[in-house]
């Protein structure tokens, strides 16, 4: 199973702490001697030794630098940035509205040639219908505390990014459990009109729909809905925020895990089927 994505995220902040940490105490210098040479209170050097306080870059050069260690200052400025970038909160991607966090994304698909999307929950935004989309920008509108006026646009924001299935260049390998397609997260009409959708996409040559069955015997448990970006970056959703992974055998975990789950999947008229009963279910 791959880390969890908090953790990954967190473990990269306690490494840069630790390291920091190493270097103190390879100086032979106390929390508070090391302070002291930086300019700062000790509490600050204790909040950042345990990873509570993320360090500036002007922070870690000043760390170095006490502790005869300036030649690995930028490196370790780089992991640091690189950690925090692990970690955005959502309420910080959300803050320019619905619609800004849609478009904003655009370019990530563009330059992707095979995308492989695993969810649990929902259908994977690539393959949503305006309706959907604007039952579910809803209810992230609510649950953030979001103003809800921009839900439409948002909704033709990422319909209109979706149109990258029909363009020439891109593979999609999509994979989703079987309680995604009973997930009533909008009306009657609405859930109707995206299962008939996913018929529809599930048969572009462009676009391999495998459903994982409820009762597959597993050989692999559900995980965070995920999106592979080739074979470069996975960013992964949490209740909190959205992870970025970008380490190589972090990466490689993910599509290791991947391949798992959509070796128990179902495709072709096996997944129709699947769908189908879904839509059968809404009436």
């Given at each position: 199973m791959p880390a969890s994505p908090s953790?990954?995220?967190?473990?990269?902040?306690e490494a840069v702490a630790h390291r920091l940490r190493d270097l103190r105490k390879e100086a032979g210098l106390t929390v508070v001697q090391l302070a002291a040479e930086c300019g700062w209170h000790y509490s600050k050097t204790s909040r950042i030794e345990n990873a509570l306080t993320g360090p500036s870059a002007n922070d870690i050069r000043s760390w170095c630098s006490a502790t005869n260690a300036t030649p690995l200052a930028q490196e370790l400025v780089v992991q640091s940035i690189t950690a925090e970038s692990m970690y955005r909160q959502w309420r910080d991607q959300v803050r320019a509205g619905l619609r800004h966090l849609q478009e904003s994304r655009t370019v990530a698909f563009q330059e992707t040639e095979c995308h492989r999307m695993y969810s649990a929950g929902l259908v994977p935004g690539l393959l949503q219908t305006e309706g959907y989309v604007q039952a579910v920008l809803g209810i992230a509108a609510n649950v953030h505390g979001l103003p809800p006026e921009d839900i439409a646009e948002a909704a033709?924001?990422?319909?209109?990014?979706?149109?990258i299935i029909h363009e020439q260049g891109?593979?999609?390998v999509v994979v989703v459990e079987e309680s995604v397609l009973h997930c009533q997260v909008s009306d009657a009409d609405a859930m109707g009109a995206q299962l008939g959708y996913l018929l529809t996409a599930g048969a572009l040559p462009a676009v391999s729909l495998g459903i994982v069955p409820m009762t597959v015997r597993r050989t692999h448990w559900p995980e965070e809905t995920f999106h592979i970006y080739d074979d470069r970056r996975v960013t992964v959703e949490l209740v909190s925020a959205e992870v970025t992974v970008t380490q190589p055998a972090e990466v490689e975990q993910y599509l290791t895990t991947f391949e798992r789950l959509r070796s128990m999947a179902v495709y072709g008229a096996e997944a129709r089927a699947l769908i189908v009963k879904a839509i059968e279910a809404l009436h």
């Open positions: 953790s990954s995220a967190q473990a990269a902040r033709r924001a990422r319909v209109e990014r979706s149109r891109h593979s999609f």
